[in-house]
């Protein structure tokens, strides 16, 4: 059984980074690709970046330049490091993987940018 853990999120100020990781257990990582979403109440979860086995990387274009994502198969953890963080990019973030055609997802951490 897939189980996906994130961590990093917390408060910041606008302009400030903060590095998200999500650590993923019950099956071989490195064979799939990962995708981190965001939420925001009354809104739907959106894309926010996604990285395949390979290591190609593809960004909704709202965090294009500012957040990038990267993966360790030796730890199993994707990460994804957000720069220049806006007030917008305020949202409930999510680790995401799909294997044979069903989500996993994991609780999802808190990411509040406010001054």
């Known amino acids: 059984q897939v189980q996906l853990v994130e961590s990093g999120g917390g408060l910041v100020q606008p302009g400030g980074s903060l590095r998200l990781s999500c650590a993923f257990s019950g099956s071989i990582f490195s064979l799939y690709a990962m995708g981190w979403y965001r939420q925001v109440p009354g809104k739907q979860r959106e894309l926010v970046a996604v990285?395949?086995?390979?290591?190609?990387?593809n960004y909704a274009d709202s965090v294009k330049g500012r957040f990038t994502i990267s993966r360790d198969n030796v730890k199993n953890t994707v990460y994804l490091q957000m720069n220049s963080l806006k007030p917008e990019d305020t949202a409930v973030y999510y680790c995401?993987?799909?294997?044979?055609?069903?989500?996993?997802w994991g609780q999802g951490t808190q990411v509040t940018v406010s001054s």
């Open positions: 995401n993987v799909d294997k044979l055609a069903v989500d996993y």
């Open positions: 990285i395949s086995s390979g290591g190609s990387a």
